[in-house]
């Protein structure tokens, strides 16, 4: 059965769905210097209008980078359902006690050992431009056999659908 959403919502409930099984991405800021930095995450939240929030220091370099350029990344890789999503938008950061309270998780604690009361607690959010992402709905043996076919046949194998999404 094919994943190919029918409209446009239902492409963005999908980037959204694949979102929330990885749980972890990369997010991708500008450093001062023009570089591309990359850092693991954890997804909070992904809202169907395409917001994503994660928890942060508000003086981590992270939140310095995306003061100065919002454009930001976040890209999600779930191996066991053979899936990827790469999310690009605007990045603001600012803590509303009230998001942070319903965002929580007690896990957080390790690296906010004060939980909500820890100094320099903050939020990111990002607010999602298009996304892009590669869905294949195949087991691991067949995605492996679709390599080995193409190794032979030289022919570029089929791993799945991919798909564009504007927000």
Not at 5 to 24: D, G, K, M
Not at 43 to 66: I, M, N, P, T
Not at 126 to 134: F, L
């Amino acid at each position: 059965m094919s994943n190919q959403p029918t409209s446009a919502a239902e492409a963005r409930a999908r980037v959204t769905e694949l979102a929330r099984a990885a749980r972890i991405c990369m997010l991708t800021t500008i450093a001062l210097d023009g570089r591309q930095v990359s850092r693991p995450m954890g997804l909070q939240e992904a809202e169907f209008d395409g917001d994503l929030w994660f928890f942060a220091y508000a003086d981590s370099a992270k939140v310095r980078q995306l003061r100065v350029n919002p454009e930001v990344n976040v890209a999600f890789a779930d191996q066991k359902h053979h899936a990827w999503v790469s999310i690009s938008g605007t990045a603001t950061e600012g803590f509303d006690r009230a998001r942070a309270e319903r965002l929580w998780n007690p896990l957080l604690k390790a690296w906010f050992p004060d939980g909500l009361d820890t100094p320099g607690l903050t939020l990111i959010k990002v607010h999602a431009s298009s996304a892009e992402y590669w869905d294949s709905p195949s087991s691991t043996v067949v995605n492996l056999l679709g390599y080995a076919k193409a190794a032979v046949t030289g022919q570029p194998p089929e791993v799945g659908e991919n798909h564009e999404v504007t927000f």
